[in-house]
């Protein structure tokens, strides 16, 4: 093999990835042969599977990556410690290279680059060294805070404990001691590995360009399923302060929901909402690019002209309707400035601008239709 290559290697997450799978296997085997199985087990291990795999989806990534909403220390101290569970590093290391994922997409330096295969954005990338220019260069903000800082320092013990030893100690009070190590400990990571590894992978792969076609981000209900609600992955990169990755209450995000249900109970807040004018804006941008397509096998300037047209009046509706939005919850929120005709005022315009949009939308679709039929 080339020298080159061996020195690239990184033969300390390269050998524990090879060796942990084989592992997993080899515990497996000596549970059921010297303990038994016992279906109990599978309780603590879901559990582990939902605390370990949701500290890196609701803490590691739409937490301390994105700030995509508040909490308290506690919960903080939660996902530090159960993150360190899933065994994909500090905090501080996780983040670092998702901001620098979303800052340089599909490039370079995007440390999972999908350009360079799934392989590689899905585990090959942990198996090279660090380049020697991002090596111990963090985040500041997150490097300033204290529990994050604590968190990275012990990351290797703190690890170790959650993965294996608490799983050990929970096995030793439910029977055996094997069976929390092979099925809490490891069967759980490795599928926490995969399930979370799927996001830098295949949410680049399988789905559908929603709302932008400027990176390989797709989204994809099926991937959501495998990702604790992840697979909504070009929502994500478009609007990626967005505490939420599906925005519809039936489609499957149940990191979303885990942070709902904390501001419910207090526990959470400042959740951060992108403007529906602007999530809609987007998705007819889309739509207009994918028709533009359509459009030019039929050579119908008029249509184009038409749709064009309907497409930038939907815009400018959209951002009236805004900044009418905008404007009253100015006038809420400073209660004492409060001018009840300026209120009604904007009230009366965003009714009007919302009525106006009902019927563009209409007129759009009709439109629509008749690009169908010209196609057919
Ligand atoms: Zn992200
Ligand atoms: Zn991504």
Redesign the pocket.
């Given at each position: 093999m080339n020298k080159n290559i061996l020195k690239k290697i990184d033969w300390v997450t390269l050998p524990f990835f090879v060796i942990t799978p084989i592992l997993t296997v080899y515990f497996i085997y000596l549970y059921l042969k010297i303990d038994g199985f016992d279906p109990y087990i599978l309780i603590p291990t879901f559990l582990f599977w939902l605390f370990t795999g949701m500290s890196i989806t609701a803490g590691y990534?739409r937490l301390f990556?994105?700030r995509s909403y508040k909490t308290g220390p506690l919960v903080e101290f939660f996902f530090l410690m159960f993150g360190a569970g899933a065994f994909q590093y500090s905090v501080l290391k996780w983040c670092t290279d998702?901001r620098r994922?979303?800052l340089k997409v599909d490039h370079d330096e995007d440390p999972y680059n999908i350009n360079k295969g799934f392989f590689w954005a899905h585990i090959g990338w942990l198996f090279i060294k660090e380049d020697e220019k991002y090596k111990d260069k963090f985040a500041v903000d997150l490097e300033k805070d204290p529990l994050i800082a604590w968190q990275h320092k012990y990351i290797i013990p703190i690890s170790i404990f959650m993965a294996f030893i608490l799983p050990a100690i929970i096995g030793y009070f439910m029977g055996s001691v094997l069976g929390g190590i092979a099925f809490i400990g490891l069967l759980r990571m490795l599928f926490v590995h995969h399930m979370t590894f799927f996001i830098n992978s295949l949410c680049h792969i399988v789905g559908f360009q929603t709302y932008t076609d400027t990176n390989t981000a797709k989204d994809s209900p099926i991937m959501a399923l495998f990702t604790y609600g992840e697979g909504y992955h070009n929502f994500?990169h478009f609007f990626?302060t967005d505490y939420r990755n599906a925005i519809r209450w039936y489609q499957y995000d149940p990191t979303k929901w885990l942070i709902k249900s904390l501001e419910l109970f207090g526990m959470a807040w400042d959740l951060k909402l992108t403007p529906q004018e602007d999530i809609l804006k987007a998705k007819l941008l889309m739509e207009g690019k994918r028709l533009d397509k359509k459009l030019a096998l039929t050579n119908s300037m008029e249509l184009k002209t038409k749709i064009d047209n309907l497409l930038s009046e939907l815009s400018v509706i959209l951002d009236s309707i805004k900044k009418a939005k905008k404007e009253l919850k100015i006038f809420a929120e400073n209660k004492k400035k409060k001018n009840e005709l300026a209120i009604f005022e904007i009230k009366r315009k965003l009714a009007e601008a919302k009525i106006n949009f009902k019927f563009k939308l209409k007129e759009y679709s009709y439109v629509k239709k008749s690009l169908q039929f010209a196609l057919a």
């Open positions: 990534h990556s994105h998702h994922h979303h994500h990626q």
